[in-house]
């Protein structure tokens, strides 16, 4: 197989990778493993929970890759099947676990400690409002805010219809709006 020196599109890469050239794998993973983590991070609260389903829905990808049909639709494949396998786990452990917050994702503290503290605080609500939400609520706001999916992409994801979606995150956008409002 030809090396991969200059960067290929995420589609010819998953159609390499279809082929056998575990190389071209690794990009598409080294591509979408922070977004994939970020999504199960912001979904489970657990930094443990998200690694283990970015690797679980990774392996499952390229497992099932001569199934897909259309190279082009890989992310959203990986997004619904992260966003599933978040939902399953979090139906399965009710009650909500411990929120852990992930402190490289947090502000920088160039403020000072006053501003870093606050920054620690919102961030602390923020999670806890997420925390908050119905998982179908949160998984369509962190969907369409976090990772910037559309409704319909959203919709086909975790299988509604996009007016339902719509209406998950204007709940989600009116709970987390009061809970944040002390922060504005």
């Known amino acids: 197989m030809p090396a991969l020196d200059t960067p290929l599109d995420t589609a010819t890469l998953v159609a390499r990778a ?3 050239d575990a190389r071209a794998y690794e990009e598409v993973v080294r591509r979408y493993q922070a977004p ?5 991070l912001r979904m489970l609260s657990s930094t443990v929970d998200a690694e283990d389903v970015a690797q679980e829905v990774f392996l499952t990808a390229w497992r099932r890759l001569p199934r897909l049909r259309d190279d082009a639709a890989f992310a959203g494949w990986l997004y619904r099947a992260t966003t599933n ?7 399965a452990r009710r009650p909500v676990a411990d929120v852990e917050l992930d ?4 502000p920088s503290a160039d403020g000072g400690p006053e501003q870093a503290a606050e920054a620690g605080a919102r961030l602390s609500a923020l999670v806890s409002a997420l925390g908050a939400l119905t998982p179908e609520q949160r998984a369509c706001w962190l969907l369409r805010e976090i990772h910037g999916r559309s409704y319909d992409e959203i919709a086909r994801t975790i299988g509604t219809t996009a007016t339902t979606v719509r209406g998950r995150i204007a709940r989600a956008r009116a709970v987390l709006a009061e809970v944040m409002s002390p922060w504005r």
Do not use: F, K, P, Q
């Not at 994939?36 to 199960?40: A, E, V």
């Not at 396998?85 to 139906?91: E, K, P, T, V, Y």
């Not at 402190?103 to 947090?106: A, C, F, I, P, V």
């Open 18 to 20: 279809r082929d056998g």
């Open 36 to 40: 994939i983590y970020r999504l199960g």
């Open 85 to 91: 396998r978040c939902l399953n786990l979090i139906r």
């Open 103 to 106: 402190t490289r994702e947090s």
